[in-house]
């Protein structure tokens, strides 16, 4: 037998996990000699944030939650890393697997890694080259510690071998985000807003908003929600608001009555919005992976990218963050200008497959 921990931290992880636990699972009934350990860091610990994604997507309660909460940068990755650490002094695993680019991706892939334990990185070698993203920094130290690259795409593959990476350490497998969304489409519902709000498909917007560069200083925050009003006159603009940018709202008495703010949504119902969207306004980064897939046009208020085939393939295109960018762009959005796009290689539902008999290969030689 071999045991693999899977890490699961922060929100945008656990639509990431599921689908390897599903396929590790099935493996498991097919006779494999995989077995998994469910680490939850608890970087995210509200039912919003956490609980309501593992009951969604069919989670197993984790064997272990370091409990960790929120804290700054620092606390954050050091508390993870004492926390895993003490897990590992007591019983090791035989491999590390984690995802994404949050901050208990790096530390715990950090604390296995100076145990002797390998490491797996699912949707290594993605770069935005914005050194002001906590994420870039946790992207980069994360793989320069990996043993195994499991890649979205080729632009990922590219960053990795520039940086050394020897071939048989990369497999191009697509994105197991994906997996979980073609999963999950025929149980994709309508959260309350829907009925409320009378909306109907194609005919009102999407909007989050999270990103510190964003949404951490007041005048920034103000005119990009001032350019969000303006530029979507007109049709109603649902805000699923993350708790980092409601206190940020809370604290400096932000108010825009034309948009609707609502608490963060589960997965079920966050897709169902944004399927049916005219469009979706963001500065996430996954979620324009989502809306690639469902064909759905993502205005990025960021400057720069590190899923790059989300605009060469997809229908996501980078707006910036200067607010002032936003009105030409919903104008040709609104106009019926906005591009097609197509399906990356790979984002096909069974890249969690692909990487499970990978694993049983690595860790097992079958
Ligand atoms: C983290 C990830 C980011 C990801 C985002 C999705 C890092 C560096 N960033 O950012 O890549 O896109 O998650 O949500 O790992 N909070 C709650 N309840 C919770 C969790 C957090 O209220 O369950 C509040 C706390 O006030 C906390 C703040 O949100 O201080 C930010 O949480 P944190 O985990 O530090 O980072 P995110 O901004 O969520």
Excluded at 148 to 175: C, K
Aim: glycine share 10%; with cysteine; hydrophobic share 40%.
């Amino acid at each position: 037998m071999k045991r693999i921990d899977l890490i699961a931290g922060a929100r945008p992880n656990f639509m990431k996990i599921a689908p390897i636990i599903g396929a590790l699972n099935d493996a498991k009934n097919r006779g494999s000699e995989l077995r998994f350990r469910l680490i939850h860091t608890g970087q995210h610990y509200d039912r919003a944030m956490s609980g309501s994604f593992f009951e969604e997507l069919g989670i197993p309660d984790p064997d272990i939650n370091l409990e960790v909460g929120s804290g700054t940068q620092a606390e954050q990755t050091a508390g993870i890393m004492m926390a895993y650490e003490k897990i590992l002094l007591k019983e090791k695993s035989d491999l590390c697997l984690v995802v994404g680019d949050v901050t208990s991706t790096m530390a715990c892939s950090i604390a296995a890694r100076k145990l002797g334990v390998p490491v797996a990185h699912v949707e290594g070698g993605i770069r935005s080259g914005d050194w002001t993203m906590p994420e870039e920094i946790n992207r980069v130290v994360t793989d320069s510690i990996t043993n195994w690259f499991f890649t979205t795409s080729q632009t990922a593959n590219d960053n990795l071998r520039q940086a050394g990476v020897d071939e048989d350490r990369i497999f191009f497998v697509g994105n197991t985000m994906i997996d979980t969304l073609l999963t999950q489409l025929p149980r994709l519902r309508p959260p309350e807003c829907w009925n409320a709000l009378a909306l109907e498909p194609s005919n009102y917007f999407v909007v989050t908003l999270h990103r510190p560069g964003n949404v951490d200083g007041e005048q920034g925050l103000l005119s990009l929600l001032e350019a969000i009003v303006d530029g979507t006159r007109g049709f109603p603009v649902v805000f699923p608001v993350h708790p980092r940018t409601a206190k940020q709202l809370g604290e400096l008495g932000i108010r825009t009555p034309q948009l609707h703010y609502i608490d963060p949504l589960g997965y079920l119902e966050f897709n169902y919005l944004v399927r049916h969207a005219r469009a979706v306004i963001t500065d996430s980064g996954g979620i324009t992976e989502e809306t690639t897939v469902l064909g759905v046009p993502c205005l990025t208020l960021r400057d720069n990218t590190e899923r790059p085939e989300t605009i060469t393939m997809g229908t996501n295109e980078l707006i910036g963050t200067n607010p002032s960018n936003l009105a030409p762009a919903l104008a040709r959005l609104k106009a019926g200008k906005w591009k097609k796009g197509g399906i990356p290689p790979k984002w096909d539902g069974k890249t969690s497959e692909r990487i499970v008999k990978i694993l049983e290969q690595l860790l097992i030689g079958a």
